[in-house]
Structure formats: structure tokens, C-alpha cells
């Protein structure tokens, strides 16, 4: 099954995640106009834009995580159903932002400068573009992909007590990491498995295809504590214009 199927075992997991909301909200409330967030998912991050008084626009290609964030914030922000790598809104931001590595869901540099070249054509003369993705990792990437590791915490869910485990596969050619998704419940593995696929991104790269795409970097932050990148960020966060 697609991981992007399921909103409510999402919410389940990821109710409490917050990490990232501070440095999203910093940058937005420079903003003076309406917000645009690609890759929305089920509105996570939308009361923190909601919350500044900024108009909040969602752009989101699951339709059920997207029908389960219209239903959250009940006409109070926007989500459209679309395509990070393909949108045509017809209307201008003065900030955008690809938050929790949703930008790795680019597995091509096509499909990466095509994403770039929307943001673009949607950003204000004076807007600003936040990009928030992880710096891969060797000891993950590499890891036995015969094996199950636990990947989050535990959570609650239909009343049993969840975690998920995963594995995955990666392809350094392609730079491309498959990864499955199982939920232990009460000590158990379900059946059932979630599929997804990230294309890992290295900061040189990044450089070159936000300078290709005419964004012009501003501040490179590697970690959401606002800090520099450096050689011991784990991840990559771009702020550009
Ligand atoms: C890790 S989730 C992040 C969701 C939300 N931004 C958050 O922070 O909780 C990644 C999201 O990217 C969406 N997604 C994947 N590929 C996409 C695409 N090509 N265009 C728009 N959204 C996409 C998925 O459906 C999913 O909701």
C-alpha cells in the first residue's frame, strides 16, 4: 500500500511532532501576504500559518490526506489537490514552504528542477522559499535490508499500543532509498505493508539545482534550532529568493 493511503494512522503518529513549527512560523511571520505549502499532507503545519493571520494555501497530491485536512480546518485555509512538480495556481505567494523532507518525494533532478521551477513562477518579488529536507545519512542507507528497525516512537492507535518498523533499500546509482513500512501493534507486525520512495539529495546538489532554477540562497540552517549548516548538520534547510 502507499504510505500516503492511510491519514489517520499519519495523524496517529505524527500528532505530537512539532519540531520543525518554531522556525516555519519565524520565517512566515515575515510574510505579510498568503502562504503556499507544498506537499501539505493532512495539515500539519497549517495552524501555525493559520495562527499568524496569513491566508494558508495547501497543495497536496493524496487526495485522502487531503480530503482529511479540509475536514480539520473546515474552510479555514485552502487545500488543492496537485502536484508539486506540475502546478499552475495562477496567483503569487510571499511564502512557500517544503517542510519534513517531502521534497525527497523528487526522485529525479527533472522532477526536482521541475518542483523548483513552480515555486518560481509562484514566489512575490520579495518572497521567500523555505526548504526543509535531512542530509543522508551512509549508516541509514546502508543499513541490512532483510532486517526491521523501529522507526518511531511508540503512539497510540485503534486503542492498541503502535510503533512502526521499518526497512529499506537503497540504490546509490540512482540515489534513490525504498522503504517499507510495518505497524507493530501490542507487540505484533501487521500484514500489511506501506511502500514509499526518497531520493536523497547531497547540499552540493542542492546547490546547483537551486542556482539553476534562479533561486538565490539566502541562509543555509542545519538544524531547526535556526544553527548554520556544517559538517555535522544532519539536515539541510534552505532559505532562498
Ligand atoms: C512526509 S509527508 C509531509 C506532510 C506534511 N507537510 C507534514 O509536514 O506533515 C509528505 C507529503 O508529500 C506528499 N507528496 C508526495 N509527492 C507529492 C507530489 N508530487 N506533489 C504534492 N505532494 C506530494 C505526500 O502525499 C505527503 O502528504
Known amino acids: 500500500m502507499d504510505i500516503y493511503s492511510n491519514p489517520k494512522l499519519y495523524d496517529s503518529i505524527h500528532h505530537d511532532h512539532k519540531w520543525d513549527m518554531k522556525l516555519i512560523e519565524a520565517y512566515a511571520k515575515q510574510a505579510h501576504g498568503p502562504v503556499l505549502e507544498l506537499a501539505s499532507g493532512t495539515?500539519?503545519?497549517?495552524?501555525?500559518?493559520?495562527?499568524?493571520?496569513?491566508?494558508?494555501?495547501?497543495?497536496?497530491?493524496?487526495?485522502?490526506?487531503?480530503?482529511q485536512a479540509?475536514?480539520?480546518?473546515n474552510g479555514d485555509a485552502k487545500f488543492i489537490l496537485g502536484d508539486m512538480r506540475d502546478f499552475h495556481l495562477g496567483t503569487k505567494f510571499d511564502f512557500i514552504f517544503i517542510g519534513f523532507n517531502s521534497f525527497l518525494h523528487n526522485l529525479t533532478d527533472l522532477d526536482a528542477k521541475n518542483c523548483l521551477e513552480c515555486v518560481r513562477e509562484h514566489l512575490s518579488d520579495n518572497g521567500r522559499f523555505l526548504l526543509s529536507i535531512f542530509i543522508p545519512d551512509p549508516i541509514f542507507l546502508n543499513r541490512d535490508s532483510d532486517k526491521l528497525y523501529p522507526a518511531t516512537d511508540f503512539f497510540q492507535f485503534q486503542n492498541s499500543k503502535?510503533?512502526?518498523m521499518e526497512k529499506n533499500q537503497y540504490d546509490p546509482r540512482s540515489q534513490i532509498n525504498d522503504l517499507t513500512w510495518s505497524v507493530e501493534r501490542d507487540g505484533k507486525i501487521d500484514q500489511e505493508e506501506y511502500h514509499y520512495s526518497m531520493r536523497m539529495f547531497y547540499p552540493h546538489e542542492m546547490d546547483m539545482l537551486l542556482s539553476e532554477t534562479g533561486l538565490i540562497i539566502r541562509e543555509k540552517i542545519g538544524d531547526y534550532d535556526g544553527s548554520p549548516m556544517d559538517g555535522e548538520s544532519g539536515m539541510q534547510i534552505y532559505v532562498c529568493e
Open 162 to 164: 503502535c510503533r512502526i
Open 43 to 67: 495539515g500539519r503545519l497549517t495552524q501555525t500559518i493559520i495562527n499568524l493571520g496569513l491566508d494558508y494555501t495547501g497543495l497536496e497530491l493524496s487526495r485522502p490526506f487531503l480530503n
Open 70 to 73: 479540509k475536514i480539520k480546518y
